[in-house]
């Protein structure tokens, strides 16, 4: 028989305060979910702007997700595989934005793509396009704060896939090119699709920099996370609700599929 | 047939300078050395992986310097495999063959054609993941002379392997050698490789060949510490390998008896480092299996450490501390009792 030994005074406190936290997240949570009535629920959810939010936030957090994968897979391949001179200043740089609140990353990029402040702003604005205050300034103000976790995520499972693999199969008649593509690649599948999925989640909750570069404009730059802010600010709490749930079962769903592809990432390829 | 003209290749903290080597058509040709020697560098460089700082690499008098390692036409094997997780077998084996748009029924008869050689037919729709280090091994020395490379190279082949799974992969690989008369470049700590495989030995150091010639010459004039420490074997014998069970037998050396780990039988040759070997003035009691007495014949200083030679009937040396021996009290014609292990006994064929 095992013999259970009451916890020591430490293990009590460790356990206790880890309890504690768990009973609050859940009472947090549960208050939200509890707030409104469901007939009060289901008629925002089925509001024109809960669905103009939901489907602009859908679509520009694809596209964002897709734009952070396709800069992330280079620039992480060159970190892990390739020395090149001023490479840990690369590195500080690009992880910046991670410790940059993305209020800040928001506002540098309206001075830099604003036609009022900005070269670059007024060249697009030259050519006819707007970018400021429209979805394609979500779209920006997403990749440029979510593309660092896309290449942290790339990186680390790069770097777990031993080079030797692309050695061999340049031996065996592969191109640099087809040994990345055919060998690294394939093996990194399952750490890239951690990575997407949490950059997209990321992406579908942006608010700082979106608020900053995109405006918070009702119908039209309006994603869940503006939504929540925009119907709070005029009291409508039942929408504001709405909004919040929907993020809050998106998180949910990410991190749990992030956990089942990220198992695979322990895998050590090295 | 290829030839290393004054290489010298810099990579991050690691350089080698001013490296020559000629390796015939047809050589078996071993490459040892310490860790951190250049060894892996250097074969990865014949590859074409790294490109070098100087000097120039022939193949076939053909200048390959700068060709990539697609258009070279050298294989390389590594000690852990490095199989595609990704793909069976199969796919492993004929992934070469696939880069050459050799069409899949081609393709598949020719692999299925090396497998039966390697005796990995049955493994051909497994994914690597699920073989023993053997099987694993065997398709990778499958999958790289598939394509029939001018030149074979491999990184520790055999390191990663069991003893047993060793010696059968160590036979194959010299069946391999005899059948195709390929030339071969293969990198090993196994002294055992050395006699068994090698037409010629290059030692190397540091970056630099310190060393290069027969198996028999690079074992009894070693230039170098690190050859002398590295066979460190004091201890060789001939004898008659009799198996006693399922890969244990005993070695008949005049009237004494060696017991191994091996499946080795008949003429053998047999070697015990001197450090494993365990001296005692009681009998030692353990599951060390080769334990006798005899009487200390000489005590050779060499250092912090002194080698002891113990006559058995035949004639063992051991490497004992200078505190040890003041403990043992051993002088010369005391009698002791000296002890190995079944596995350390190394066993080879010539």
């Not at chain 1, 800040?104 to 070269?119: E, M």
């Not at chain 2, 069976?88 to 008869?109: C, H, M, Q, S, Y």
Request: charged share 15%; hydrophobic share 50%; with cysteine.
């Amino acid at each position: 028989m095992v013999q259970r030994r009451l916890p020591t005074f430490f293990q009590a406190v460790c356990i206790g305060i880890t309890l504690i936290a768990v009973i609050i997240l859940i009472a947090v949570f549960l208050g939200l979910i509890l707030f409104s009535s469901p007939e009060a629920l289901i008629a925002s959810f089925l509001s024109d702007e809960i669905w103009y939010a939901i489907k602009l936030s859908i679509i520009t957090a694809v596209i964002s997700t897709l734009i952070c994968l396709i800069i992330a897979v280079p620039i992480a391949y060159s970190m892990t595989r390739f020395s090149f001179f001023g490479k840990q200043w690369v590195n500080v740089l690009l992880n910046l934005p991670l410790s940059l609140p993305p209020l800040v990353a928001g506002v540098a990029l309206l001075i830099f793509l604003s036609p009022v402040t900005s070269p670059v702003g007024q060249f697009f604005t030259g050519l006819g396009i707007y970018v400021v205050y429209t979805p394609m300034a979500i779209i920006i103000a997403q990749v440029f704060v979510n593309a660092p976790y896309m290449v942290r995520i790339a990186r680390s499972t790069f770097a777990m896939i031993s080079p030797r693999y692309e050695h061999v199969a340049r031996t065996l008649g592969c191109s640099e090119f087809g040994a990345f593509q055919k060998i690294t690649l394939p093996m990194a599948k399952n750490g890239l699709i951690g990575g997407i999925i949490i950059t997209w989640s990321k992406a579908m909750g942006e608010f700082g920099a979106v608020l900053m570069l995109a405006g918070a404009i009702a119908m039209k730059t309006e994603t869940l996370p503006i939504a929540l802010f925009l119907n709070m600010s005029t009291g409508d709490l039942d929408m504001a609700i709405a909004a919040a749930l929907i993020l809050l079962i998106i998180s949910g769903t990410a991190l749990i599929l992030f956990e089942y592809f990220g198992k695979d990432v322990g895998d050590v390829y090295a | 047939m290829l030839e290393i003209d004054a290489l010298s290749i810099q990579l991050g903290e690691f350089s080698f300078t001013d490296l020559n080597l000629n390796v015939k058509e047809g050589e078996y040709c071993i490459i040892l050395g310490p860790t951190g020697a250049g060894k892996t560098i250097l074969l990865e460089t014949i590859a074409g992986i790294h490109y070098p700082k100087n000097g120039r690499i022939l193949l076939n008098g053909k200048d390959i310097t700068n060709t990539p390692p697609e258009s070279r036409g050298i294989g390389m094997v590594y000690q852990d495999y490095m199989l595609f997780p990704h793909m069976t077998v199969a796919e492993n084996i004929g992934f070469g063959l696939k880069e050459r748009g050799v069409p899949k029924p081609e393709r598949d008869a020719a692999v299925q054609k090396i497998a039966a050689t390697f005796g990995i037919s049955h493994l051909l729709e497994r994914h690597p993941k699920t073989l023993s280090g053997g099987e694993q091994q065997r398709t990778a020395i499958a999958r790289s002379l598939l394509l029939r490379p001018s030149v074979l190279l491999l990184d520790e082949p055999l390191s990663a392997l069991d003893t047993i799974t060793r010696e059968r992969l160590r036979d194959e690989l010299k069946a391999i050698h005899k059948e195709t008369g390929m030339t071969i470049l293969h990198i090993t700590h196994h002294f055992e490789d050395i006699y068994a495989l090698a037409d010629r030995v290059v030692v190397m150091r540091d970056g630099g060949i310190v060393q290069e010639g027969t198996p028999d010459m690079i074992m009894r004039h070693p230039v170098s510490n690190f050859i002398a420490n590295f066979t460190g074997m004091d201890n060789i014998f001939t004898g008659h390998a009799v198996m006693t069970q399922a890969g244990i037998v005993e070695i008949h050396i005049g009237t004494m008896i060696i017991r191994a780990v091996t499946e080795l039988t008949g003429q053998v040759h047999a070697g015990v480092r001197s450090e494993d070997m365990i001296i005692s003035s009681e009998p030692f009691t353990s599951s060390a299996q080769n334990s006798f007495t005899g009487v200390v014949t000489q005590i050779i200083d060499i250092g912090a450490y002194s080698k002891i030679v113990v006559d058995t009937g035949i004639i063992l040396t051991a490497v004992l501390t200078r505190q040890s021996i003041q403990r043992l009290g051993i002088t010369a014609g005391t009698s002791v009792w000296i002890t190995f292990k079944a596995t350390s006994v190394h066993v080879f064929r010539e």
